[in-house]
């Protein structure tokens, strides 16, 4: 279910991402028109090909915005997302021996299978989900790990589960803050570029007019700086690289398994919540 809901994800992410770009660059090539001579041999003195031009890339891009609107590959995105992460988040806990599937209570393969059951029932329009029976969700490594000492578990737990996420969160909130710099550094560029090309043509320094184009690049780069939100991820990923982090350092040395149980709660209760706020702000 992990690897569906996961794959459904990216690919309604791709499907979500390239309409947009090509939506923008749709828009971006309409005001580009604007710059053809109206005059032109090849057509009559009453068509000025560069609005037709215009007007049909216009056209174009409404179809993909409706498609946008209609198909909404977002919504299978964040849905794909948030039940992968949630199925995922279940298989750790139940493996590492974490609430609520601590060693000392009974029947936890049962209970395990009905918080599956529960979550897949939450997506009813997510139509890529396997038809393999939901009891073999529970993975030989899942057992495996879940029979192993505490010790091992705990190794486990840490390397593969707190430490890659934390790693992931550290790397992706470093990426975006990249991103975020060279798309607001770029949007800057070209408002003063616009600011120029206006004075230009308002002092007759220049007769081609490239106000137009200008200012609709800026509009674009400040549009997909709102459909990426770089620096309203890399803040969030850096928060939860921290609280992954903290979480690292207070790691628990006793062989006690209740403690370990609420300890492990704890830690994916912290990587649940930048998920869910995630998913609330894309939302």
Same mark, same amino acid.
């Given at each position: ?6 794959? &459904? ?52 891009? @409404? ?33 590492? &021996? ?6 000392? !209570? @009974? ?17 009813? !329009?997510?139509?890529?989900?396997? *038809? ?14 879940? *029979? ?35 798309? !607001? ?8 570029? @616009? ?6 043509? !308002? ?34 990923? @850096? ?19 209740? &403690? ?8 994916? *209760? ?14």
């Amino acid at each position: 279910m992990f690897q569906f809901a996961d794959r &459904a994800s990216q690919v309604s992410q791709r499907k979500f991402l390239w309409r947009r770009r090509i939506e923008l660059a749709f828009l971006v090539a309409a005001a580009v028109c604007a710059l053809i001579p109206n005059e032109s041999v090849y057509f009559a003195s009453q068509v000025i090909p560069g609005a037709i031009l215009a007007g049909l890339l216009f056209l174009a891009a @409404g179809v993909l915005e409706t498609s946008v609107v209609t198909i909404q590959p977002e919504r299978s995105w964040y849905q794909g997302r948030a039940l992968a992460e949630s199925i995922k988040t279940l298989a750790w806990r139940y493996a590492v &021996a974490g609430e609520p599937f601590g060693q000392d !209570g @009974g029947a936890t393969d049962a209970l395990l299978l009905g918080r599956f059951q529960q979550i897949v029932d939450q997506f009813p !329009g997510l139509r890529t989900l396997p *038809n393999a029976a939901i009891d073999s969700e529970i993975t030989p490594w899942m057992r495996s790990t879940r *029979n192993e000492p505490l010790a091992e578990r705990r190794n486990v737990y840490a390397n593969a589960r707190i430490g890659d996420q934390g790693r992931w969160y550290a790397q992706k909130a470093e990426w975006n803050r990249r991103r975020a710099y060279i798309w !607001g550094a770029g949007t800057l560029i070209l408002q003063f570029a @616009g600011a120029v090309a206006a004075f230009a043509r !308002g002092f007759k320094f220049e007769s081609l007019d490239l106000l137009s184009v200008v200012a609709v690049l800026s509009t674009v780069a400040v549009a997909w700086l709102q459909i990426k939100q770089h620096a309203t991820l890399a803040e969030s990923y @850096g928060v939860a690289a921290s609280e992954l982090s903290a979480i690292s350092e207070s790691l628990p040395t006793q062989d006690d398994e209740s &403690a370990w149980a609420r300890f492990v709660d704890q830690s994916e *209760n912290a990587i649940s919540r930048e998920h869910t706020t995630w998913r609330a702000k894309r939302a």
